[in-house]
């Protein structure tokens, strides 16, 4: 039977259909409108509100034209979050850890250790930290601000490595941010820390021919790797060469420079500092090996209606495992949860058997100095001792170490608990002919008093940090002054780009 007969026998049919159609056409409009709109959405959201001028360090002014990123970037005053070995929240490592006021005897890092927050408090941080009541080179201010390239660019790479931090400090106000890691023109990335782009073109790397996937852990590569100040001027060097990127590796260009940060207060051994080799050990990681970058986990990508912007919350992924890990791995939070804890406490338990290992040998060394051990007979040890400790330091220093590469990690805190305990049984040796009672005595494990016995006086370096923050500091943020570069020096690589744009 047709459809018209159907009509004519059955009218109701007809307005069935009729009211199919409009219902089946106000559909197809709706979801074209909404087509329609959602593109308008996503175009008028990527244009920029105003243009921004080179070197421009403020946060801030980048946010009024990029404002979903700038709002997800503010997050990171958040200091809430706190997993089982990280998070954002204040710990005080040397209190957990107290055998490090120990091993750091001699260095800034046995006054004050924290557990970072976020890149928010990158300037303020640094400030409060104890560590800079020292003398430091302007270097140290290299990581920590948007003020940097500007003033790389007035005082010359060398210049800004040559002065002190206190000389440059008056002019660092800026946290990380915007402009570190973005082209103010293109929005593209891009590497604004010359170290970086001499450590590339030492291993032969053309940056011209590294991918925006890759540049994606270049720019987190800029401050968030190991590095060590050369010569009398402070150059920033990142130990990287055709070897690799590796501890060993790494080891082996230090000892090929002969570089050594300090000499031991108690051991006397020739000590090295490891900094934040977080993306050479992500470098052994399963996650490199299938191209996912460090923006992939620690950045991931939002969505609001139409618009997809890259999450500029920088923080664990572990407080926001379904954006970042599920994306990929699947299964439940708890789950991805349990997986990562497990690895990390495997890390953490050869790590905290290691480190006491090495407190105990570095008093032990100096219970031989005291006896009158001599040179001959103590360099071998304290080589051992040197290379032990940086291993150790590779895993204790890098953030996330058991989630990025748990692994790696264990063999290298396996290694460094044998070296010690091979150099604990030859300085046995050594405290048996000299006639030294062991067990050498050891002190109370306890962040205080540890700081007391390796000769520190806390009461004095609180009392000197609190004179900076009520009489210099007001000072530095009233002074601070963002002026336009002069001629250039230093220019800020985009992957492609002209380099003198």
């Not at 409009?22 to 709706?30: M, R, S």
């Not at 992924?317 to 939070?333: D, F, Q, R, Y």
């Not at 062991?438 to 494990?445: G, L």
């Not at 009461?459 to 002074?479: G, V």
Request: hydrophobic share 40%.
């Amino acid at each position: 039977m047709r459809i018209a007969e159907v009509v004519q026998t059955r009218p109701w049919v007809g307005w069935l259909l009729f009211l199919a159609t409009a219902v089946l056409v106000f559909l197809i409009g709706l979801f074209g409108a909404t087509i329609i709109e959602r593109r308008t959405e996503a175009v008028v959201a990527g244009v920029p509100v105003q243009p921004m001028p080179e070197f421009e360090p403020r946060n801030a002014v980048w946010g009024q034209a990029y404002q979903r990123q700038f709002q997800t970037y503010i997050q990171t005053l958040d200091t809430t979050f706190q997993s089982r070995y990280g998070g954002s929240r204040h710990r005080d490592m040397l209190a957990q850890h107290p055998e490090m006021v120990v091993l750091w005897a001699g260095y800034p890092f046995a006054r004050d250790y924290d557990q970072i927050r976020g890149h928010y408090y990158s300037v303020k941080d640094v400030h409060q930290s104890l560590r800079t009541n020292v003398d430091m080179p302007g270097t140290c201010w290299t990581c920590k601000s948007t003020d940097v390239p500007r003033l790389m660019n007035e005082h010359g790479v060398a210049g800004f490595y040559a002065m002190t931090w206190r000389e440059l400090g008056e002019e660092v106000v800026n946290p990380i941010g915007c402009q570190d890691c973005h082209d103010p023109a293109t929005l593209q990335l891009r590497i604004t820390r010359p170290a970086l782009l001499e450590a590339l073109e030492r291993m032969g790397r053309d940056i011209d021919r590294i991918s925006h996937q890759e540049m994606r852990s270049l720019v987190c590569a800029q401050c968030h790797v190991e590095y060590y100040f050369r010569g009398e001027d402070s150059y920033l060097v990142f130990p990287w060469d055709e070897d690799g990127l590796d501890a060993d590796a790494q080891e082996a260009f230090q000892d090929r420079v002969d570089h050594t940060d300090w000499v031991h207060s108690i051991s006397r051994a020739p000590m090295i500092k490891v900094q934040h080799p977080d993306y050479e050990l992500y470098q052994s990681s399963v996650h490199a090996h299938r191209g996912v970058a460090c923006a992939d986990c620690h950045m991931p990508f939002h969505r609001e209606g139409a618009v997809k912007f890259t999450n500029h919350h920088i923080q664990s992924p572990l407080n926001a495992i379904s954006t970042s890990c599920l994306v990929c791995h699947g299964g439940t939070e708890d789950e991805m949860l349990a997986l990562v804890y497990a690895n990390q406490d495997r890390v953490f338990q050869v790590r905290r058997a290691t480190e006491r290992q090495l407190a105990m040998l570095h008093i032990e060394a100096g219970a031989a100095w005291d006896a009158g051990a001599t040179d001959e007979e103590m360099e071998p040890i304290l080589q051992m001792i040197r290379s032990a400790q940086w291993r150790w330091d590779w895993i204790a220093a890098s953030h996330g170490a058991g989630a990025h590469a748990p692994a790696e990690s264990v063999r290298l805190l396996s290694v460094a608990s044998q070296m010690a305990a091979e150099a604990r049984l030859e300085l046995s040796r050594v405290l048996g002919r000299l006639g030294v009672p062991q067990p050498v005595p050891m002190p109370e494990w306890e962040k205080s008093s540890l700081q007391a016995f390796i000769g520190l006086d806390m009461e004095a370096e609180r009392a000197q940090k609190r004179a900076f923050l009520q009489d210099t500091l007001p000072i530095w943020y009233e002074s601070a002054a963002h002026v336009q570069p002069g001629p250039t020096d230093f220019v800020p690589r985009v992957p492609g780009a002209d380099p003198r744009r």
